[in-house]
């Protein structure tokens, strides 16, 4: 099965092939999963200059695009890319995101399948007819969640009957490991400890999880909260509530931005990891806490159902409330806690690390092919 994976957003910091898949590691990532699966993958990307390179023996393609200016912003005419994939003969072009209406359409026209895998994009955005023009013949999409597909249907994103598969956007290389040398290497203590990872913005909801926190520690007075984060939008109400609360100052720490590698070891360390979201396209952080163990305590929106098997693995709570996140984490906390750490890693295992990643992407290739795609395909 050839398969050419075509990434149309170029990199504005003009950054050399090696350094981009570097800074960009979900691309040849989720490029080498499929391969592991079974396929033989080529990725395509629109770039400043023509390079070619190969990591774990996917090949990378950069082609340089000609540009014109109209209005603010340049405009891509998607000439050579779509040269360059059609001289590939795949069997099926599997594209990233929605917002590249000209190349999906260029694609489209090759007479080859292509899918369309969603990445945060939003249906009421910007050139909405446009981006329905250009997505019209497309063999199927993608989402982390089928309910985030409804909108695009009901908006008229895709033709009548397109299959729908839900797949992550991709996975991470976070692995799970020894839970005391873990605290020993950070410092983390608590029982239980809960970890944060996330922007302290509205969407995040920050306020409504430490709320939560603040009532758990009635029932669980030696609880600790682990605090990393990068946007500071809301810290100064943060640390408002924090002077105005001792107790809960006394178990909450604002850790601020942390490397990766860090991130990984307090993701081994955490017992429950909670956020707030509001929206999310796929959820990168409870991803990296599921592959460490820690057990998820988040919002009941597509992603977090979709990502958690709709609640099997931790709990899922009603947004902006903090009572319903106090009682879950309240809940969890009284049970066995190895019991959860078990459960999150098997079921990262089996859904969401890269090789169950790569087997679905397989199999949604192999249903377009064939047209084998209707137990697959329509939102539920």
Same mark, same amino acid.
């Given at each position: ?37 079974? !396929? ?30 109209? &209005? ?39 007479h080859v399948p292509v899918l369309a895998?969603?990445? &945060? ?52 290389? /976070? ?14 203590? &608590? ?57 809960l100052a006394a178990h909450v720490h604002?850790?601020? /931005? ?44 597509? !992603? ?6 709709? &609640? ?12 319903? /996140? ?27 690390? /890269? ?18 795609t209707k137990t697959l395909g329509k939102?539920?």
């Open positions: 099965m050839q398969v050419v994976q075509v990434n149309c957003l170029r990199d504005h910091l003009r950054r050399s092939p090696a350094d981009l898949l570097d800074a960009w590691p979900t691309l040849a990532n989720v490029a080498g999963a499929a391969r592991s699966a079974g !396929a033989d993958v080529t990725v395509v990307l629109s770039s400043h200059r023509d390079a070619t390179c190969e990591r774990e023996g996917v090949t990378f393609r950069f082609v340089s695009e000609r540009y014109w200016m109209r &209005g603010p912003s340049p405009v891509c005419v998607p000439t050579r890319l779509p040269e360059v994939v059609n001289v590939l003969k795949p069997d099926v072009i599997h594209m990233n995101g929605f917002g590249f209406p000209l190349y999906a359409r260029a694609l489209c026209n090759q895998q969603h990445h &945060g994009d939003n249906p009421y955005g910007r050139l909405r007819a446009l981006k329905r023009w250009g997505l019209a013949k497309i063999a199927a999409a993608a989402f982390t969640s089928h309910e985030q597909a409804l909108a695009f249907v009901a908006d008229r994103y895709f033709k009548p009957g397109r299959p729908i598969f839900e797949i992550p956007e991709s996975s991470t290389r /976070f692995q799970s490991g020894n839970l005391a040398a873990a605290r020993r290497a950070t410092g983390v203590h &608590g029982s239980p400890v809960v970890l944060w990872v996330g922007h302290l913005n509205a969407n995040k909801d920050p306020l409504t999880i430490l709320e939560a926190f603040s009532q758990a520690l009635r029932i669980l007075p030696d609880a600790e909260f682990w605090c990393c984060y990068g946007d500071i939008h809301l810290l100064d109400r943060i640390r408002a509530r924090l002077a105005g609360d001792r107790l604002l850790l601020g /931005f942390v490397d990766h590698n860090t991130i990984e070891q307090l993701c081994r360390a955490a017992d429950f990891f909670m956020l707030g979201s509001r929206e999310e396209s796929c959820g990168y952080a409870v991803l990296e806490a599921l592959a460490c163990g820690a057990t998820p305590i988040v919002s009941d929106i597509a !992603a977090f159902r979709a990502i958690t098997g709709k &609640g099997a693995v931790g709990a899922l709570c009603k947004p902006g409330n903090a009572d319903s /996140f106090s009682s879950a984490l309240i809940r969890l906390a009284s049970q066995p806690i190895e019991d959860h750490r078990a459960k999150a890693i098997a079921h990262f295992h089996k859904e969401l690390s /890269f090789a169950g990643v790569g087997r679905k992407l397989v199999d949604a290739y192999e249903a377009i092919i064939t047209g084998h939102p539920r």
